[in-house]
């Protein structure tokens, strides 16, 4: 994010070659190409990562981390094209039952970034009934609402996060309201919560920039801003 691509790429490299292949050195390695324009290498990423030790688990990171890259950088037709390849392939992992709660939301991301959002709902829903009041499943929920144009529900999954905010998780509860807000058109509100997130101790991330949760947000000055403290 920070223009450093040769650097990111040279870190991929290292870690490869110290841990071996991995889903993360992957990511990274994408990451870099698409800063650097060359969107046409990362086919080779992608499938090395689906090759690396931890694929079988990780491997919808490899698909939502590069596809929203890819998103973020102005490319929306290939990042379309890899979230629906992600979510074919990963269609058998979700159902073997070994799908994990991250792997899980992680499909439904997809899901909703090609626009299916009954059955991002449904992923989201399901995951609600087993592990309620999480932060990342409400969060997720509530923009799902906001996207399908139920600001109804989007607004009930909003209280829902302000009413069980918990101090230790560090603001991942109003980065959620905020990215809802965001969703509903509100980016006042947005970056009101957003800064809020920060205070009670939410981590500043390059993966902020390419932040699905926080894209209605993107090119505002005010969000610019944070994404580059350094200018």
């Not at 490299?13 to 800063?35: D, F, L, M, P, Y």
């Not at 491997?59 to 390849?85: C, I, K, Q, T, Y």
């Amino acid at each position: 994010m920070i223009g450093l691509f040769e650097d990111e790429l040279a870190t991929a490299r290292e870690s490869a070659e110290v841990c071996g292949k991995k889903v993360g050195s992957q990511i990274i390695k994408a990451r870099a190409q698409i800063g650097m324009g060359a969107v046409d290498r990362i086919e080779d990423a992608v499938n090395e990562g689906l090759e690396a030790s931890d694929a079988r688990f990780r491997s919808p990171n490899l698909f939502l981390g590069v596809a929203r890259e890819l998103d973020a950088h102005g490319h929306p037709d290939l990042a379309l094209e890899l979230a629906e390849r992600g979510v074919v392939n990963l269609r058998e992992y979700m159902d073997s039952g070994e799908a994990t709660e991250w792997g899980r939301i992680r499909y439904s991301q997809l899901l909703t970034m090609l626009g299916r959002f009954e059955e991002a709902d449904q992923v989201l829903l399901a995951l609600n009934d087993e592990i309620p009041h999480d932060e990342d499943i409400l969060g997720w929920l509530g923009i799902v609402a906001a996207q399908r144009g139920d600001r109804e529900a989007a607004e009930r999954y909003a209280a829902m996060l302000r009413d069980v905010e918990n101090p230790y998780l560090r603001g991942w509860f109003s980065f959620y309201r905020a990215a809802i807000a965001a969703h509903l058109g509100r980016s006042d509100e947005a970056l009101s919560l957003l800064r809020g997130a920060f205070s009670r101790g939410l981590p500043w991330s390059v993966d902020l920039h390419s932040s699905l949760e926080l894209k209605p947000l993107r090119g505002h000055p005010e969000f610019e801003a944070i994404l580059h403290p350094e200018e």
